[in-house]
């Protein structure tokens, strides 16, 4: 086991967890620029952090069933967090996930790095590539990109928080 299975907490103790919460700090949304166990005190600031599988599959890579049985805990998890407008989300997995949450057709909202969709009543889908080690050694998500999208969705959120 390892990262969040080890430590309790979504991204922390992986490779993933560095860019994430290096990012959210800089950004405001964390207390702490480094995550490393669930009780560090590190404190998420306006901002949640969830996983669509709450599994821990095979070479950590869920299959379609495992996230359509785990679907029904995210949906949960979405509807205590009413005040959330903004769903960044990290990867193709969680981008699914979020719409068939939501009971939107995932066919119809396509996945790709800084795509926005709007889910209806007010909530906004921004859709980032997993900051998986794989995905930032490849370049294919660049930090600058990465920050990129954590400001945007900082941004959209407090655009509707002000509206």
Known sequence: MHGANRTGRPFTGDHAGILLYRTLYKFGLASAPQSS????????????????VKCLPPANKPLPAEVKQCNAYLKAELKQSPDARVILALGAIAHV?????????????????GAQHALGEGH???????CSRYNTQTRRLTTEMF????????DLALLECAS
């Open 37 to 52: 166990a669930a009780d560090d005190g590190l404190r998420l600031l306006d901002a949640r952090i969830t996983n669509s």
């Open 97 to 113: 996930a979020v719409l068939r949450a939501h009971g939107l057709p995932p066919a119809k909202f396509r996945f790709a790095h």
């Open 124 to 130: 906004l889908l921004l859709d980032s590539y997993h």
């Open 147 to 154: 920050e990129a999208i954590i400001e945007r969705a900082r």
